[in-house]
């Protein structure tokens, strides 16, 4: 290969490496910032879905965290054991659970309104700046949805 062609091959091309990259560098971020609120990025991911509407069956709530059941429950048992939420049987169907919120999950809501400014703070990016990153990245998960024909 000619030295002024660019190895398509080469590790810093590669946009995986980058979301993998970037992804364990911004949960690191993240991490001294929501130990106060005494949450994981996990847990807070599902607080979010919470405070934006409540309550939610298991279901909805994977579907909105794209988590499935095996990796949700145990997120959901421990914010419960930590008095964040609840979860109860749905009266129309005993087969499926409902997660709300408690008072104190509810409460959080207003320390966790400085988790955003803190992150952009602790990143020294602007929030639009950061917008525009996740704008972006959001149009690359819909890109890499599902392919037609793939099981």
Known sequence: MPASTPDP?????????????????VLGVYRPVLEPLGLTHPQYLVMLALWGAEPLSVRELGAELRLDAPTLSP????LEAAGLVTRRRLDSD???LA????DAGRAL???AEKVP?????RLAMDVGELERIRDGLTRLIEA????????
């Open 9 to 25: 091959l080469a590790l810093e091309r590669q946009v995986c490496f980058a979301l993998v990259v970037a992804a364990r560098s």
């Open 75 to 78: 997120l959901l048992k421990r």
């Open 117 to 121: 400014g803190l992150v952009a703070q």
């Open 109 to 111: 809501r207003s320390e």
């Open 99 to 102: 997660v709300g919120l408690t």
């Open 144 to 151: 890499s949805g599902p392919v037609p024909g793939d099981a």
């Open 94 to 96: 005993q087969r499926s």
